[in-house]
């Protein structure tokens, strides 16, 4: 399989039971586009997802390659397998546990090439049952984000950069400049997300919802752990990685402030906070002191001031100056809520 028009990655783990994996790859292999691979990286699974992927690679010679790793990387490691082999013009993502529309990659590519973007988007919808009805519609770009990249696009696509799985890049934009995921962690899109878009030129999206994003207990973003919370930290230390590596760090920083505010501490506190479990004063004071020696003005920063919910801004604003003060009064305002809660019911 070489020279190809568009190279799908899909990183593999775990994926066999419900019929998860064959939903994702019948949807793959059905593609209306022609000249295209679909590279399935099977991350160490434990399940019979190795057997899957290579029953579609004998049935789908012409287009599939199952590649089975010994070692568990997780996905950014998968997906950066998946690049290193990848002959595809274009790139393309998709989560195992998800599908798309049959058209959805000639859609995308056919938009590229009227317009000369770089790099295109489409929405998702988000759906409880394998099914192709459209579920909730979650708009993944917007009109004023399109067109050749200036300043101020860059600045937009930053604070509102949707999901990295419903868009294709050139190659050139992840081969040329470098840019792999980092590995070992969830929430590795997050990391690498603005210096793929600041290597871009052109953007365009299409509002149309084409991407499946599959809503199940264990998927990444609805698993709540102390360990998924330090990796949330991780992709927001990625963030200024990349930032300081490509030097946009200071042309976008009020953007780049905002984005890792939310990312590194925001999200990640209170996650932690209605996770169960023991709350750790140690874990909440380090990510308060780390937030606060990343961006020192933060809590200025005029995208947090209009973007941040006030009672959070509020809860932050003690933590800042007090985690202990900050878990006694978390916990007792939700004692206070739970209580009139019952009240009601």
């Known amino acids: 399989m070489s020279g190809r028009k568009l190279s799908i990655i899909v990183p ?33 699974s434990q399940d019979e997802s190795p057997r899957i992927l290579k029953r579609y690679e004998e049935a789908y010679p012409d287009r599939f390659r199952a590649v089975l790793c010994r070692e568990n990387r997780r996905q950014g490691g998968a997906k950066n397998t998946g690049l290193s082999l990848a002959q595809g013009e274009w790139i393309g993502f998709i989560d195992s546990d998800d599908w798309i529309a049959p058209d959805m990659y000639e859609k995308l590519l056919k938009k590229a090439e009227e317009t000369g973007a770089d790099m295109v988007g489409c929405d998702y919808h988000l759906t409880w049952e394998h099914s192709m009805k459209i579920g909730q519609v979650v708009a ?29 890049y050139r190659r050139e934009i992840f081969l040329d400049n470098e840019i792999r995921f980092p590995e070992g962690i969830f929430y590795e899109d997050n990391a690498i997300s603005d210096a793929v878009m600041l290597h871009a030129k052109h953007y ?30 991780e992709a927001g230390r990625g963030i200024l990685r990349e930032a300081k590596r490509f030097g ?98």
């Open 12 to 44: 593999v783990y775990n994926m066999a039971s419900e019929g998860k994996l064959e939903y994702c790859l019948n949807s793959l292999v059905g593609q209306t586009l022609c000249d295209y691979e679909i590279i399935a990286v099977d991350d160490a």
């Open 140 to 168: 993944n770009g917007s009109a004023d984000q399109c067109g050749p990249l200036t300043e101020e696009k860059y600045r937009r696509l930053i604070l509102d950069s949707g999901s990295l799985v419903v868009k294709i």
């Open 204 to 233: 365009e999206y299409i509002p149309e919802p084409l991407y499946y994003y599959y809503q199940h207990g264990t998927s990444t973003v609805h698993t709540i752990t102390r360990e998924r919370c330090e990796d949330r930290m």
């Open 248 to 345: 946009y760090l200071e042309q976008y920083r009020p953007e780049i402030c905002f984005e890792f505010t939310v990312l590194f501490y925001v999200n990640t506190l209170f996650s932690y906070m209605v996770g169960k479990g023991f709350r750790s004063r140690k874990f909440v004071k380090r990510m308060g002191d780390e937030m606060r020696a990343a961006f020192p003005e933060f809590m200025e920063n005029p995208y947090y001031q209009q973007r941040v919910h006030a009672e959070e801004k509020k809860l932050i604003a003690i933590q800042q100056k007090s985690t202990t003060a900050f878990l006694l009064y978390y916990k007792l305002l939700w004692t206070w809520r739970n209580f009139r809660r019952k009240l009601h019911l």
